[in-house]
């Protein structure tokens, strides 16, 4: 069977390292583009992710069998409509439904429109009149907090909290006036009422008719220990019972989950493959944050490691709308994920530094090391080749045991500039 991954990150890494983990037997795997740790998996193909024709192609060529999206962009940009155009088989998001990602403003009508609790909110087409929103009072006086949104894809650098009206013109100029995310992502801007609780991150999996849960995980976004500084792409993520309890889960599933998949039918977008829903658990009960029409990265790395069912299986399951026909369990441990990141992550990292005792540390039994940007050269040394580098991955018995496995690994890599937070799992995680 051939399998085609697309992406060229930790998530990706993880998502071939637990599809190689398949009973089936002769599993191909192909990459596009890939990373130097998936090379070691997969065959990596120099085509990018959001080149869809290209990728189109090579999968009828190969007699590619199912083909797995890792990011967000090839989904918003109809890469799933595309291959099965074509009768290739592929599992995602199509287009329709990965508005949910693609457009907040989408995302937020579609909640209004289906009842899901999220956080106040009003759209606007310009800096104008998002400053005028601003200035009517309906989100608080000057002193208030208030987020505002791009609207489109903008590498997670799109949402602004800003912590008093001041702020926000600032940020609504920055993103509408100056393009700090491109034109087109902030043509229109969503501000939203700023909510205070933990955030949780649940992640399903889904065929058009049924789901199924994964572990619930907190991700830690600033880049620096005790949330402080910048937000990044994630700096490390934990699963455990506790990020939602049993009551919460339950709330979450009757208020959120269900209602979001049968909006999705209602409005004629069937929601197949991996849905990612960010919430924040404020007193009043939990709210949407966001939709992401995929995995996270590193999310995946953390929740992967507790996959006892054939990845395999369960993707293609979600293509011919099979799930409720197959297993899918996970361990019940606890894991985390430790980021090791470039100097200069997340504004400007610096690649091309040597990495040493990379494979040291890949002897150690209780861990994975998902490689998220990183280079191997002929002569076999590893040389960082992107802002976030490496994601020391593991899973035990409590999450203690296994952030212990994480951090005794990282013990063992260094390279000039690297970066990570001691603190995963110890805090709420922002
Ligand atoms: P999003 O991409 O919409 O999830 O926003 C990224 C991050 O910004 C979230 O994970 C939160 O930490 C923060 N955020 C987004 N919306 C809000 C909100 N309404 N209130 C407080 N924080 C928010
Ligand atoms: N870690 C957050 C994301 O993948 O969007």
Redesign the pocket.
């Known amino acids: 069977m051939n399998i085609l991954v697309i992406g060229s990150g930790g998530r990706e890494h993880a998502i071939a390292w637990s599809l190689a983990k398949s009973a089936r037997p002769d599993v191909r795997l192909f990459c596009a583009p890939g990373n130097g740790g998936i090379a070691q998996l997969a065959e990596c193909i120099a085509i990018e992710a959001t080149d869809t024709h290209a990728l189109a192609r090579f999968a009828g060529e190969k007699r590619i069998d199912l083909t797995i999206v890792g990011g967000e962009a090839p989904l918003a940009a109809g890469i799933v409509d595309l291959f099965e155009s074509r009768g290739l088989a592929i599992t995602g998001a199509g287009q329709s439904a990965a508005r949910l990602e693609s457009s907040?403003a989408f995302a937020k009508d579609f909640m209004a429109r289906h009842g899901i609790p999220t956080?106040r909110y009003r759209i606007a087409a310009s800096a104008e009149e998002a400053i005028g929103i601003l200035r009517s009072g309906e989100f608080g006086d000057e002193n208030a907090s208030v987020?505002v949104?791009a609207d489109g894809l903008a590498g997670?650098k799109?949402?602004v909290?800003a912590p008093s009206r001041t702020q926000a013109e600032a940020a609504i100029k920055d993103l509408m006036i100056e393009g700090s995310v491109g034109a087109e992502a902030a043509r229109r801007v969503v501000i939203?009422?700023?909510?205070?609780g933990r955030?949780a991150s649940l992640l399903l999996f889904a065929d058009g008719k049924d789901y199924s849960l994964m572990p619930t995980a907190r991700d830690h976004?600033r880049i620096g220990e005790n949330d402080t500084g910048p937000?990044t792409g994630g700096m490390g993520v934990v699963t455990e019972d506790g990020v939602l309890d049993e009551e919460t889960l339950r709330h979450v599933v009757r208020e959120i989950v269900e209602p979001t998949l049968e909006g999705a039918r209602l409005d004629g977008f069937e929601f197949r493959g991996v849905l990612f829903i960010?919430l924040?658990l404020t007193t009043d009960g939990a709210r949407v944050?966001?939709y992401n029409v995929r995995f996270g990265d590193p999310e995946t790395q953390a929740i992967l490691v507790r996959l006892q069912s054939d990845l395999i299986d369960i993707f293609e399951a979600t293509t011919r709308g099979t799930l409720s026909q197959i297993p899918v369990r996970w361990s019940d441990e606890a894991s985390a994920c430790v980021v090791l990141a470039a100097r200069g992550y997340p504004a400007r990292p610096e690649t091309g530094a040597h990495i040493e005792g990379l494979d040291r540390a890949a002897t150690h039994k209780d861990v994975q090391i998902f490689h998220a940007g990183t280079k191997r050269t002929a002569e076999g040394v590893w040389l960082t080749a992107g802002g976030r580098v490496l994601g020391v991955t593991a899973s035990a018995e409590t999450l203690d045991h296994a952030l212990q496995h994480c951090y005794n690994a990282v013990k063992e890599i260094h390279w000039d500039g690297m970066q990570y937070r001691r603190d995963i799992g110890k805090n709420s995680g922002?």
């Open positions: 907040k956080a987020v949104k997670g799109g949402v909290v939203e009422e700023t909510l205070v955030e976004k937000n960010g924040m944050l966001e922002q």
